[in-house]
T-cell receptor, first 111, second 114 residues
């Protein structure tokens, strides 16, 4: 079945540094979503990417969908303490299957 | 709108006991999901429902049962709890599931099985 991996598992950065997490699927995806979960909280939707090579920005966050639609990345510029949390990608296959979540990347930001 | 709510927030069970987790949504969403979250493993789909009266198995359905008698409610049952079912359980809903719709998550239920 479809598998979704994320690297790194953990990332510790100094406030102001950049951060990137990578998501890789074993199969081609129809779309991919990104979620953020604050410590002790629940996942909250950030964005969805649908098109090959698509790039979307939300303030300091840049999301990219690979040309082959099998990988994606989330880049945060100049991290802030409010960025702390776990970032999950979730991929949906080409036949309308349920989303498969990656294991997440936990981001710590040191002030 | 309350969004997605879950009851209870915390629960401790002994091995072999049973319990039901309740999820409710007030957004008139068709699709509802139950996930479990374990450290380092992300969210794994237990069961889901594509509409009132329907249920289907997800990735890790063993040991769980579900029911969707009303559109707004999705119940997750553990008939005979096991320590391996210690986890955080999240319910989610989406308008429709097969078009990449956003999933809205509840606050979670932290379950410990001793």
């Amino acid at each position: 079945g479809q598998q979704v991996m994320q690297i790194p598992q953990y990332q510790h950065v100094q406030e102001g540094e950049d951060f990137t997490t990578y998501c890789n699927s074993s199969t081609t995806l129809s779309n991919i979503q990104w979620y953020k979960q604050r410590p002790g909280g629940h996942p909250v939707f950030l964005i969805q990417l649908v098109k090959s090579g698509e790039v979307k920005k939300q303030k300091r966050l840049t999301f990219q969908f690979g040309e082959a639609k099998k990988n994606s990345s989330l880049h945060i510029t100049a991290t802030q303490t409010t960025d702390v949390g776990t970032y999950f990608c979730a991929g949906q296959g080409n036949y309308g299957q349920n989303f498969v979540f990656g294991p997440g990347t936990r981001l710590s930001v040191l002030p | 709108n309350a969004g997605v709510t879950q009851t209870p927030k915390f629960r401790v069970l002994k091995t072999g006991q049973s319990m039901t987790l309740l999820c409710a949504q007030d957004m008139n969403h068709e699709y509802m999901y139950w996930y479990r979250q374990d450290p380092g493993m992300g969210l794994r789909l237990i069961h889901y429902s594509v509409g009132e009266g329907t249920t289907a198995k997800g990735e890790v359905p063993d040991g769980y049962n579900v029911s969707r008698l009303k559109k707004q409610n999705f119940l997750l049952g553990l008939e005979s709890a096991a320590p391996s079912q210690t986890s955080v359980y999240f319910c989610a809903s989406s308008p429709l599931g097969n078009r990449g719709d956003t999933q809205y998550f509840g606050p979670g239920t932290r379950l410990t099985v001793l």
